[in-house]
């Protein structure tokens, strides 16, 4: 599964994600591709953790049902129920209903930048009932351990404004990197490495959505992803 980082500047949203697609079979990285779906004309940006089709789905739903980022907030519930609709069996229904969907961006209406996560059933991050809408000021999506996880939080949520991406965010996602999780959630799923190809960041501002790639991995198709860190420990 992807990683997902969401902080909440007093001007700014940022996202952090890695680029990964790996075979939770084989281990393997099966592809390198973006996993942030822009949405400038509702000032958003969204990503996912799972199958990837089911965010892009999601998405694209948005940007036909949609007219604001307010609005994908307030309707979030329906628009993820009727991007199931989209499924043509390319996603298993098990699976699909197991994608994990964050998503930032600019509320008009209360002037302020907002994230957002909708967790699918059998999340390791929450226990939250699977498909609600949380609001997120500061957040690592990973399935990563909670003493990771909860030292980022609160060092961030000490001054949110003083997080940067290049640097803090970087040593967020390379600590993530390091962790070996199962590769599914299937009882007796491979365990390996998972975050892995590059990191992307997306911010939303008040005036604009931006999406650069800020970092890369030397990680290779077909082979598993393998941090400098546990390699040297094993």
């Known amino acids: 599964m992807s990683a997902l980082v969401m ?44 199958p990837i089709p089911v965010m892009w789905i999601t998405a694209y739903v948005a940007s036909l049902s949609a007219k604001s980022f307010d609005e994908v907030v307030a309707n979030f519930e329906a628009i993820r129920a009727q991007a199931a609709t989209y499924n043509n069996g390319d996603v298993p229904a098990e699976e699909w209903d197991r994608a994990d969907i964050g998503f930032i961006g600019w ?9 957002y996560m909708s967790l699918g059933k059998g999340s390791p991050d929450s ?43 970087l040593a967020i996602m390379e600590l993530l990197r390091r962790e070996a999780r199962p590769l599914s959630d299937e009882p007796g799923a491979r365990v390996g490495f998972s975050v892995g190809g590059y990191v ?21 198709l077909g082979k598993p992803i393998m941090p400098e860190p546990a390699m040297a420990e094993a």
């Open 200 to 220: 992307e960041l997306a911010t939303v501002t008040r005036e604009r959505v931006c999406v650069r790639a800020i970092h890369e991995w030397p990680d290779e």
């Open 127 to 169: 226990d939250v009932a699977p498909g609600s809408l949380s609001p997120c000021d500061v957040g690592v999506f990973a399935g990563a351990s909670v003493a990771v996880v909860s030292a980022f939080i609160d060092s961030v949520r000490e001054n949110p404004d003083a997080f940067d991406a290049g640097t803090d965010g």
């Open 7 to 50: 902080v909440c500047k007093s001007d700014r949203v940022e996202l952090l994600c890695d680029a990964a697609l790996y075979d939770p079979i084989g281990g393997t990285v099966g592809a390198i591709h973006s996993k942030l779906a822009p949405l400038p004309e509702l000032n958003c940006v969204m990503s996912g953790r799972g």
């Open 107 to 115: 509320s008009k209406s209360r002037s302020r930048p907002e994230a």
